[in-house]
């Protein structure tokens, strides 16, 4: 594990060093990170990265290097070095599980601190959950587009460096990918890797005839063809049945063929059309070439004859959207035991962030569909014996009542007092967590474009107090 | 040094392993990275990540780990997974130089070696060639239309993950920034880093002037202030005058302000006005949020009063176009000491790549502005004493004629025979070479939108051999 205590904005150790200065870093505060927009202009977000920020905050520690190099900048104090020497992260952490589903406004982590290190942690925090949570959301809606079948993550040449590529690979594995061609995140994080051969293998040898039949040598039952390095249905196709054919003679199953260029709907069918002729027809016909859930949709629905999907630009990058804004804001403060809530005012009103120290709940119906969120305050609790009303946080005449529910308590303990409270879990245990809880929601949340908005809400209690807050903000 | 030899697709490892299955993987083969469309929508690319790519080189090599996991995935047989205990990279590497300039279909990389080694290293090193590349030049376009004023890396929040933070900070300042956030970039690379305070500094005192006040005393001579948390104008620039002026009495020099919402044209003149009327006329007003070449473009134009930028997620991103979509083809193979050439057809004419051992090399007029490319190959020379005539690879009626030039042979070895003959350059000397490189260019082929296309020519010699290859083909 490296260590990541340097991964951080500048201002933040300036900052440090001015609340040392002051003698206020020891303060107890409470930080939320959120985001306001969800992932690829889509309907939810599911929240990945969660296993990396537990390691960051366990590695967090200065070393002498990373020391000596932040007197070089000539910015800080030595009485605040030396404090630096003996940090380590002390506070609370509360978070959903990974692979959590996830909307606008929510807390998804809560940071309880002393100032200095829940401000620390801030830029690590995001950098690591907003990236993956931004690929996992895009990889489980690539899958929601390919509909069942298999989806294999393909993108690491055009991953945004090698680390991008490898915890990518991880977060679309989480989001819903039967498998990457990255080896390095096979390795790391145990889950299948996929792969053939290149244009470059059939490039090798004197003819395409003789590429495959080496490679169906080398691979009897593993034999999946690249079939568009010349052309696809007067040399490829006929040179891969000729192939198939021998080796089914000899007792192997032919895995299928690759379709990497081209008019992807006509070169599939007409590949399918020639493959069942030849008596195969239950291979596999996997395409790739720039796909994302958009093409994948329309490839769908024009009776593309493919039923296996290798993506990659477009998913490594979340090409379309490819950050997610998370956010870390000052939520309260504390003075003693009595808490005092922060607010940062904007412009816009929707930007403006929910105060107080927060837990977020989720509602579900009778069948387990989740019907709203409900953002409450820490120490609120629900009884769901009777009716709840919940109503829109800006538009505040817009309320439900629900009467027949159950709820469930998202936020979960990663850290109390310093200490590790993360059950860690397998990727593929986090993908199948994301399969459960994609089906708590309803198809219209799930859209491809144009997706239904959820409904999050705030307690009573916490609506109050936001508009008190704002009522009585001293802005100067 | 991280181990990256898993970082890699795994079909080139089946490839390797089929190739030393049929004992061809001894072969000398030629590959060439290129790429077929500049990043960033622009009219040039520049080329980053060489010297991480020299680390990875220089530290290829199987771990037992490695081999452990490799066998685990019963594809490959015993024996060849004993070869690969003993991997080392023996081969020949040509690379431009870090921080040149290069266009479509020139190969930045050329790469001759046996087939095996060849082949496995072409997912890393697009990887990191491709990201790296992509943000230099995303961040000389940011810096072009910032006109001279500092431009300064903020985006490690929004990366793809901590180390696209990190490398992207590299190649930001590579393209032209004159610092980062990222602390961690800041010592890995001694580059200069920035900050001062965000938001929840002003949000935990009181109140704004408080926060001011107190960062004032702690930087009393780096006092740059935040200005827009509650109001810009009726608070934040009004809270900032107060502590300059009290700073300026004590004889500190106040740095500026910083913008972060809201309309940037009309909040900076506005609060410059109030500046330049407390006596402030030289301060720095930062503006950040969403900035990117487009929206400094258009600000200017506005006559915002804004003299120094801070780029985030827009930047390290490339949001616009966040993938360069470097390739890594076959152009020949050798059998004993003949060159054979090879091609990759395709559908689309301009995919068909350039056979052969190549080389590259630019003209320059007297002035010493770049005027053309020219690809050819290796053993060819130029007689920079008689005119030279360049013809378009596939217009081929479209033809120049140069009489007064000189060349510049772009190629320089990176390996030879496995020796490292890479040149180690500091970021910044690297940085200073690419403003070189700029200087080169016409403005035209610098426009943000729309930009002249650069020309890239073949030899004759060259452009016969890709002739004559599409005209014998086999396809079958």
Same mark, same amino acid.
């Given at each position: 594990m490296r260590n990541l205590t340097l991964l951080t904005d500048l201002y933040q150790l300036t900052m440090l060093n001015g609340y040392f200065e002051k003698n206020i870093h020891?303060? #107890?505060?409470?930080?939320? %990170?959120?985001?306001? +927009?969800?992932?690829?202009n889509g309907g939810y977000t599911i929240v990945s990265g969660i296993e990396q920020f537990v390691d960051y905050i366990n590695n967090l520690h200065f070393s002498d290097e990373d020391l000596e190099y932040l007197r070089s900048l000539k910015l800080f104090s030595d009485n605040f070095l030396t404090f630096l020497k003996d940090f380590k992260f002390t506070g609370d952490i509360y978070s959903v599980e990974e692979g959590t589903i996830m909307f606008p406004n929510e807390p998804i982590i809560t940071v309880k601190a002393p100032l200095y290190q829940a401000q620390l942690i801030e830029t690590a925090l995001l950098t690591i959950v907003n990236f993956q949570s931004l690929i996992a959301t895009k990889a489980s809606r690539v899958c929601l587009a390919a509909q069942g079948d298999p989806v294999f993550e393909f993108g690491l040449r055009r991953a945004q460096g090698p680390d991008a590529g490898t915890y990518g690979a991880r977060a679309a594995m989480i989001g819903g990918c039967h498998? !990457?061609?990255? &080896?390095l995140a096979g390795k790391l994080f145990d889950v299948p890797v996929i792969g053939t051969q290149a244009h470059s293998w059939v490039q090798k040898f004197d003819t395409e005839l003789e590429s495959f039949e080496?490679?169906?040598? @080398?691979?009897?039952?593993?034999? *999946?063809? /690249?079939v568009d390095t010349y052309n696809v249905l007067n040399s490829g196709v006929p040179n891969a049945i000729k192939v198939f054919k021998d080796l089914a003679s000899k007792g192997h199953k032919p895995l299928g063929i690759r379709l990497d260029s081209?008019? *992807?709907?006509? *070169?599939? @069918?007409?590949? =399918? =059309? %020639? /493959?069942? $002729?030849?008596?195969?027809?239950?291979?596999? #016909? !996997?395409?790739?070439?720039?796909?994302d859930e958009y093409t994948i949709t329309n490839l769908k629905s024009e009776g593309a004859a493919i039923n296996s999907w290798g993506v990659g630009t477009k998913l490594i990058t979340s090409a379309d959207s490819p950050s997610l804004g998370g @956010?870390?804001? /000052?939520?309260?403060?504390?003075?003693?035991?009595? #808490?005092?809530?922060?607010? =940062? &005012?904007?412009e816009d009103p929707e930007k403006i962030n929910n105060p107080g120290f927060k837990k977020i709940i989720r509602i579900y119906n009778a069948e387990g569909k989740a019907e709203a969120d409900f953002i409450m305050l820490h120490d609120e609790e629900i009884d769901a014996t009777k009716p709840l009303t919940v109503f829109h946080p800006v538009y505040t005449w817009k309320s439900t009542t629900f009467e027949s529910y159950t709820v469930k308590e998202l936020h979960q303990p990663l850290f109390i007092g310093g200490e590790? +409270?993360?059950? +860690? +879990?397998? @990727? #593929? $245990?986090?993908?199948?967590?994301?399969?459960? $809880? /994609?089906?708590? *929601?309803? $198809?219209?949340y799930k859209r491809i474009s144009s997706p239904k908005v959820y409904k999050v809400d705030l307690s009573k209690k916490l609506w109050d107090l936001k508009s008190n807050l704002l009522d009585t903000k001293k802005f100067v």
């Open positions: 020891e303060d #107890i505060v409470v930080f939320d %990170m959120f985001f306001r +927009k969800n992932a690829c498998g !990457t061609a990255n &080896v080496a490679y169906a040598d @080398v691979y009897p039952d593993k034999c *999946l063809l /690249l081209g008019d *992807l709907q006509y *070169l599939s @069918v007409e590949a =399918k =059309k %020639m /493959l069942d $002729e030849a008596g195969f027809t239950d291979l596999s #016909i !996997t395409a790739s070439n720039d796909l @956010v870390y804001k /000052l939520a309260a403060s504390y003075k003693g035991d009595s #808490i005092e809530p922060k607010i =940062k &005012v904007s590790c +409270k993360h059950n +860690k +879990k397998t @990727v #593929i $245990e986090i993908r199948d967590y994301v399969q459960d $809880e /994609l089906s708590t *929601l309803w $198809e219209a």
